[in-house]
């Protein structure tokens, strides 16, 4: 069992607007609602292939009950850790005249000490029966520092693999607790370690601890990296795709998450299989989902292997 | 007692965004959640005035729970009709370097017959004890189109003034019903007569049965009709006050709802009220309050008498 953690799970509402006029009045139909957040985007790609997963996502207020009802119509197996803090919303307009969506993140609302106690506790008790844990995506208002490290640190004592997908200081504390895998993109890997080359990024969070980089460049690929390892891989399609990009980081990390459980040490099926489902998530109009042509994009991947010049 | 009727509540979030940007992706705080909805903020202006007042309204789904809640919170008397389709949200993004405000109303879903069944029946046992009713704002999908002059029709075999604030062919069917007091707005009027003047509109809606119309010109002030008299009287400030105009027309028809429900006939001192506590509610923050400075507004109205020239 793959186990997925959002700590900060939101409930996104989909609006489509008929031209968006800022200071303006518009009517709208009620918008597509679903359950999101990155580590349940996860979750929905392993359940469609058929991995056996299970999500934990803390819940509060009217709008955790609707992520609760909603999760429960999908069939996702979960353990839910109820809060006082309502679950946020993020919300999307998506301009039909325009043909760009504007998107509207709450930040969410801080825990109780007492919550993040349950949250971690309830971590650790379903590591006993997991493979691996998928831990992704922003944390709430005032989160402990430590709360990814921490997660890197229970999977350990327990014998599995961590994957943490995030950005800024928490991707650092979870190179240096020691990460089986690190995804950041372009963007928030030169942010988070302050260099301006990917490969250079990469190496800061390997000194660091973490022991795999998997980084998403968007139209131009991904590009692998291992500790104790000199150079990397990089995987690209022969033409870019046009699509929607929304979740394709999570069926990355939901790619790579398969092959890692499996038991699969080297890096190359491991970045096959991620770029594989990212690029088969962008044919999908929702997050968490992937196109059935998988397979054959996998099959036309150009893998390269980049060698480091000192 | 006043009974108001909200047939198409909503939760209206209001977020604060520093710097609206089409197409762009923006971090916000939680929202300010409240229970919305032109019926609904009549009563709040009521109950704060310390009017005795009732709601009636639909609520449904997760959003109508929040709705309920709130409501709750404000102690706010009210008879609930639990329906299935989620209650409506309505969210404004208010620009806080732009400086304006962009509005997104959904629709409201359709009810099942017996539903709007149950919601006749409520409003037919809550008015044995009203001295007026008002009946405010826009219907779900759907809707029966008698169900503004159903409503009038329930107030007049219960010997109750009606008072009906809507928009569209409601508003005329509403005249026809021989509502007490009809309230459009000057964009309201023109469109749902299609006269270009407000006097020949407001006339149409006194052709059809309407006892009086009050029509809110914005910064312009107001103007009061009845039938059977020829001319109208026109209330407004010496200057423009400068605020959110939001609520200020839920705020006039409470002010009117008052002088109507104490047994008053005649125009001028409904007017007089409704321009004061109009005015009074475009210096606050939120819909559903007035300023208390309303009585030095009201001393300050210039009052105008018009006379037909045919």
Chains 1, 2 share one sequence.
């Not at 009517?27 to 999500?55: C, T, Y």
């Not at 260099?195 to 000194?207: D, I, M, Y």
């Amino acid at each position: 069992m793959i186990l997925t953690i959002t700590p900060n799970p939101a409930i996104d509402l989909t609006y489509r607007v008929a031209g968006l006029q800022p200071g303006g009045s518009h009517r709208v139909d009620a918008p597509l609602s679903r359950a999101g957040g990155k580590g349940i985007n996860v979750a929905r790609v392993l359940a469609a292939q058929g991995v056996e997963s299970r999500i934990i996502a803390t819940v509060g207020g009217e709008s955790g009950r609707e992520l609760e009802q909603e999760l429960a119509a999908a069939e996702l197996p979960r353990r839910l850790i109820r809060v006082q803090a309502a679950t946020r919303r993020s919300i999307a307009l998506v301009d039909e005249l325009g043909g760009q969506t504007s998107i509207f993140n709450e930040r969410g609302l801080a825990l109780e000490i007492a919550e993040w106690q349950a949250l971690a506790e309830a971590i650790a008790d379903e590591l006993q029966d997991a493979e691996l844990v998928v831990a992704s995506g922003s944390l709430p208002t005032g989160a402990p520092a430590d709360f990814y490290p921490g997660v890197v640190a229970l999977a350990k004592q327990a014998g599995v693999p961590a994957i943490i997908d995030t950005s800024g200081a928490g991707l650092l504390s979870a190179a240096s607790a020691g990460a089986a895998l690190l995804k950041p993109n372009r963007e928030e890997l030169l942010e988070a370690t302050g260099e301006h080359e990917l490969a250079a990024g990469a190496r800061v969070l390997l000194r660091l601890g973490a022991r795999r980089v998997l980084v998403s460049d968007g139209e131009r690929g991904m590009l692998a990296f291992a500790a104790g390892t000199e150079g990397h891989l990089s995987a690209r399609l022969p033409e870019a795709l046009a699509g929607n990009p929304t979740g394709a980081g999570d069926a990355a990390v939901a790619g790579a998450a398969v092959v890692l459980a499996s038991g699969e040490q080297s890096l190359e099926p491991l970045l096959r299989r991620a770029a594989a489902w990212g690029s088969a998530a962008v044919l999908m109009p929702a997050a968490g989902e992937i196109s059935e042509r998988w397979r054959e994009l996998e099959s036309t991947l150009i893998l390269e292997e980049h060698f480091s010049c000192h």
